[in-house]
C-alpha cells in the first residue's frame, strides 16, 4: 500500500511539473527544474508522454545558472491584463479599494514582497502565482498613484525569498523589481514609509523580524484579533507552538507583547472577499486566493481624528437615548 502511494505521489508531481514547463514555455520562456527529492526519471516519462500527445519538440532544459527564463513582451501583457482586472473587476475592487484606503493614510516609498515563491520551481502552483503576483503588481501601482497624487518620491519594489534562482532574478527584474537577501530588508529596508506584502512567510521570520519592523501598511496574515478580541490569532498560536518546540524565538521571546505592540495604533480589515474559483473541485474557503489575509496600516493622524470624533457622537446619542426614555 505504501508503495502504491508512492508510486501515485511520483506521478502527480511529475504531471505537475510538465505542465508547469508547458505553460512556460507557452510565453517563449525558459523552464526550470532542479533535481529535488522527486523522481527525476518519472518527470522524463512524463515529458516524452507531453511531446507524443501534443506533437510538440521538449528541449532538454537547461540548468538555471547556464540559461536563465527570459521574460517575453506577451507574458508581461498576460500579467498586465490580469492586473487592470484587479484594478477594475468587482471581484477584486473591495479589496483593491481597502488597500488603496490604507496607502492613502501613509507614505509609501517602497513596497517589499515577502515569500513570492520561485516561478520556475516545481512546488509552485503557478495558476496561483500569476493571480497573486497580478494583485502586486495591482498594488505597486496604487502606491505609484498615490505618489503621483501627492508628489512624493516614487515607489521602489523589492522582492525576497530564499527559493529564488538565476531564471527569477532576470523575471522580476524584467517586472521593474528588485531583489533583496535577508537580513538586509529588515535591517535597512522596511520601516514607516514601507508596504510590506507577506504571504505564507516562516512564523519566526513574520514574529521575530517583520512585525518588530513597523513597517507603515502590511497586508499579511490575520493578526487583527490580538487587540480587539484579547485572544490570540491561528498565527500568534503556531508561533507560541514553534517558541516551545524549538529555540528559534528563543525562551524569553515575548510573542504577544510584540503582536500587541504592532497593533497599538494600527488599524485592520481583512481581504477574504476576493474568489478565485480556480479550481472546481476545490472548497471555497480553500480556493480563495487571500482567504487568510488582512491589510494592517498605520492610522493617520486625520483618521484617528474621525474615529474618536465618531465614538463621540456615539457617545452622545446614547446618553440623548437616556435622557429621552427618563422623561
Given at each position: 500500500?505504501?508503495?502504491?502511494?508512492?508510486?501515485?505521489?511520483a506521478d502527480?508531481?511529475a504531471?505537475q511539473i510538465v505542465?508547469?514547463?508547458?505553460?512556460?514555455?507557452?510565453f517563449g520562456?525558459t523552464?526550470?527544474t532542479?533535481?529535488?527529492d522527486?523522481?527525476m526519471?518519472?518527470?522524463?516519462?512524463?515529458?516524452?508522454?507531453?511531446?507524443?500527445e501534443?506533437?510538440?519538440?521538449?528541449d532538454?532544459?537547461?540548468s538555471?545558472?547556464?540559461?536563465?527564463?527570459?521574460v517575453?513582451v506577451s507574458f508581461?501583457?498576460?500579467?498586465?491584463?490580469?492586473?487592470?482586472?484587479c484594478?477594475?473587476?468587482?471581484?477584486w475592487?473591495g479589496?483593491?479599494?481597502q488597500?488603496?484606503y490604507?496607502?492613502?493614510q501613509?507614505?509609501?516609498?517602497k513596497m517589499?514582497?515577502l515569500?513570492?515563491s520561485?516561478?520556475?520551481s516545481?512546488?509552485?502552483e503557478?495558476?496561483?502565482?500569476?493571480?497573486e503576483m497580478?494583485?502586486?503588481?495591482?498594488?505597486?501601482e496604487?502606491?505609484?498613484?498615490?505618489a503621483?497624487?501627492?508628489?512624493?518620491q516614487t515607489?521602489a519594489?523589492?522582492?525576497?525569498?530564499?527559493e529564488?534562482?538565476?531564471a527569477?532574478?532576470f523575471?522580476?527584474?524584467?517586472?521593474?523589481?528588485?531583489?533583496?537577501e535577508h537580513p538586509?530588508?529588515?535591517v535597512n529596508?522596511i520601516?514607516e514609509?514601507?508596504?510590506?506584502?507577506?504571504?505564507?512567510?516562516?512564523?519566526?521570520?513574520?514574529?521575530g523580524d517583520?512585525?518588530?519592523?513597523?513597517?507603515?501598511?502590511?497586508i499579511?496574515t490575520?493578526?487583527?484579533?490580538v487587540?480587539?478580541?484579547?485572544?490570540?490569532?491561528?498565527?500568534?498560536?503556531?508561533?507560541?507552538y514553534l517558541q516551545a518546540?524549538?529555540?528559534?524565538l528563543?525562551?524569553?521571546?515575548?510573542i504577544r507583547?510584540?503582536?500587541?505592540k504592532?497593533?497599538?495604533?494600527r488599524?485592520s480589515?481583512?481581504l477574504h472577499e476576493?474568489?478565485?474559483?480556480?479550481?472546481?473541485?476545490?472548497?471555497?474557503?480553500e480556493?480563495?486566493?487571500l482567504?487568510?489575509?488582512?491589510v494592517?496600516?498605520?492610522a493617520?493622524?486625520?483618521?484617528?481624528?474621525n474615529?474618536r470624533?465618531?465614538?463621540q457622537?456615539?457617545?452622545?446619542?446614547?446618553?440623548a437615548?437616556?435622557?429621552l426614555e427618563?422623561?
Open positions: 500500500m505504501a508503495d502504491d502511494m508512492e508510486e501515485i505521489l502527480l508531481f504531471q505542465e508547469r514547463e508547458a505553460w512556460l514555455r507557452s520562456m523552464p526550470y532542479s533535481p529535488g522527486y523522481n526519471s518519472r518527470v522524463k516519462e512524463k515529458r516524452a508522454e507531453f511531446e507524443e501534443t506533437t510538440l519538440q521538449v532538454k532544459l537547461p538555471c545558472e547556464k540559461m536563465a527564463g527570459k517575453t508581461k501583457q498576460h500579467l498586465n491584463a490580469l492586473k487592470q482586472d484594478l477594475t473587476s468587482l471581484n475592487r479589496a483593491c479599494n488597500v488603496r490604507a496607502i492613502q501613509n507614505n509609501i516609498e517589499i514582497v515569500g513570492l520561485s516561478l520556475f516545481y512546488t509552485t503557478y495558476t496561483f502565482w500569476q493571480y497580478a494583485f502586486i503588481l495591482a498594488i505597486f496604487l502606491t505609484n498613484q498615490r503621483q497624487n501627492k508628489k512624493t515607489p519594489l523589492y522582492f525576497l525569498d530564499p529564488f534562482c538565476t527569477d532574478y523575471l522580476l527584474s524584467d517586472l521593474g523589481g528588485q531583489i533583496v538586509e530588508a529588515f529596508l520601516d514609509r514601507t508596504l510590506v506584502f507577506a504571504k505564507c512567510i516562516p512564523l519566526v521570520v513574520y514574529f517583520l512585525l518588530q519592523t513597523s513597517p507603515a501598511v502590511c499579511s490575520k493578526l487583527n484579533n487587540i480587539i478580541e484579547q485572544s490570540l490569532p491561528a498565527a500568534t498560536e503556531g508561533a507560541l518546540k524549538t529555540n528559534d528563543g525562551p524569553d521571546f515575548n507583547s510584540v503582536g500587541n504592532f497593533m497599538e495604533k488599524k480589515a481583512e476576493v474568489m478565485h474559483h480556480l479550481h472546481t473541485s476545490i472548497p471555497d474557503s480556493n480563495n486566493l482567504t487568510t489575509m488582512s494592517f496600516w498605520l493617520s493622524e486625520e483618521e484617528s481624528d474615529v470624533q465618531a465614538k457622537v456615539g457617545s452622545l446619542g446614547k446618553k437615548k437616556k435622557w427618563s422623561l
